[in-house]
């Protein structure tokens, strides 16, 4: 889900009012962008739930946004890297730091910020027991998952895609020589078993987490990164259109996480997850929002992935700072808890973009170029 702007090279043209125009070579999906922000600020919704809506969820499916994410992910990776890893003007080794340095400098914050909360919150009060742990918080510098009876990433929960996601973009490197599409055909129709039967086992895709349904969250991706490579292995080759659906789909797809879905909640996922986000995709790679609201578009491009990263982590904090300040659970403050939650949210997103993000990466991808 972090990619930042999706870009490619190619000759696409854009048609405007009838009239057909090249388009520059250096080519920015939009309405891709427009949907990756929307899932996260879904996500968010869907995990602040007790502070806005006791005894309810908000957007009860938005779990399958990270799908929606890893899908995302397959097609920006081989836009971004497919020819130059192909063609050896990439290594492993580069790309592979690469992809670290644009997930790790806002996944540590999160981790820090994650067990700062928990260490001040046993200083403050040790009858709610001693959660930092020297293991895990070694394992988290690490990117690794705790393997126990918890989440994989206890400090910032939401981190196991990001985890997974690193291993999918890892695994797409090393074996993309033998990834002809015939094989990679197979990858997806394997992994896509594999989801139908683990899916319906466990009731639903909302897996991967903890170490109980890891191998859920291994499925997921699998499936969902490399259908995300073989949707752009046969994009739409046809003129680029500035059309409405470019403005309506990143905000359909709210509508795909609306229901509450009881009984075959496992058949709604699994048809969301391989017929309506991989279609939707295809289409929104196929038309663009008018160049006046491209600025919008790629900001929320731009605060998808801090948004995703630091959204639990903060809801601790601030969850935890209502607890203290008012004497009663933050909970029980909803709605307003809630909103003072998204508010320090989007703002420490977009703060932390600017001043420290986008900066520290600038610098490690300076310094990158400078091994080749």
């Known amino acids: 889900m972090a990619g930042g702007a999706i870009q490619a090279t190619g000759n696409a043209h854009t048609q405007l009012a009838g009239e057909a125009i090249k388009a520059p070579v250096r080519r920015t999906y939009m309405t891709l962008d427009g949907m990756r922000g929307i899932a996260a600020l879904c996500v968010m919704l869907y995990h602040f739930s007790p502070f806005l809506t006791p005894g309810s969820t908000v957007l009860p499916k938005a779990y399958l946004a990270v799908d929606m994410f890893f899908i995302l992910s397959g097609f920006v990776i081989s836009h971004a890297y497919d020819t130059r890893l192909s063609t050896k003007k990439l290594g492993l080794r580069n790309y ?5 340095i644009r997930l790790y400098p806002l996944y540590i914050i999160s981790i820090a910020i994650g067990a700062g909360y928990y260490a001040l919150r046993f200083m403050i009060d040790p009858g709610q027991g001693n959660n930092v742990h020297p293991q895990s918080i070694l394992l988290s510098a690490f990117f690794l998952p705790e393997l126990g009876n918890r989440a994989l990433y206890y400090y910032n929960p939401a981190a196991w895609s990001l985890f997974f996601e690193l291993l999918a973009n ?8 033998r990834l002809n599409n015939r094989m990679l055909l197979g990858v997806v129709s394997a992994s896509a078993i594999g989801l139908i039967l683990y899916g319906l086992h466990h009731g ?6 903890e170490a109980s349904t890891i191998l859920g969250g291994a499925l997921r991706v699998t499936f969902s990164f490399f259908l995300g490579v073989l949707i752009w292995r046969h994009r739409a080759h046809i003129a680029i259109r500035i059309h409405w659906l470019a403005y309506v789909l990143p905000v359909a797809i709210i509508g795909v996480f609306l229901p509450s879905v009881e009984s075959g909640s496992a058949i709604y996922d699994l ?3 391989m017929v309506i986000f ?4 295809y289409l929104g790679s196929a038309v663009e929002p008018s160049p006046t609201m491209h600025g919008v578009f790629r900001l929320s491009a731009d605060l998808s992935y801090p948004i995703y990263v630091l959204h639990t982590p903060l809801l601790l904090v601030v969850g935890g700072a209502l607890t203290v300040v008012m004497h009663q659970n933050a909970m029980s403050l909803a709605p307003l808890s809630g909103l003072l939650m998204i508010i320090t949210v ?11 993000d986008t900066p520290v990466r600038r610098y490690l991808s300076g310094q990158l170029k400078k091994t080749r």
């Open 278 to 281: 991989p279609a939707v995709i």
């Open 170 to 177: 890892f695994s797409y490197a090393l074996f993309l020589p």
């Open 96 to 100: 592979s730091l690469a992809r670290f």
């Open 346 to 356: 989007l703002s420490a997103s977009y703060i932390a973009l600017k001043v420290y």
């Open 204 to 209: 639903s895709l909302d897996v991967g987490m």
């Open 271 to 273: 048809f969301c997850v």
